[in-house]
């Protein structure tokens, strides 16, 4: 059986199972709802019983929601004509042999 078969032949879960991985999931008119892993898939008040789908992973990143500060742009104060050179210009290289 092919990969594509198997994915068609898998049912995404339904009200009243429990949740196996925390994430954000949507049933099928549409409504977007966050769950933890343990909790019970809820019934949809319009429609009952519904079929969800993962749209989102949630992981844990271990931080404490500040940006690493490797990220962050360093300012060029010591050299004010930094940003007016052209990018592949370097200092110290003046070859004049080809």
Do not use: C
């Amino acid at each position: 059986m092919s990969e594509q078969e198997q994915q068609h032949n898998q049912m995404d879960p339904m009200s009243g199972e429990h949740v196996e991985v925390s994430g954000v999931y949507k049933n099928e008119i549409g409504r977007v709802e966050k769950l933890e892993r343990g909790d019970v898939f809820p019934a949809d008040l319009q429609i009952g019983n519904t079929e969800w789908e993962l749209v989102e992973l949630d992981f844990d990143n271990h931080h404490e929601g500040r940006t690493d500060p490797r990220l962050i742009a360093k300012d060029d104060d010591d050299d004010p004509e930094a940003h007016m050179q052209h990018p592949r210009r370097h200092k110290g290289s003046n070859k004049t042999d080809s």
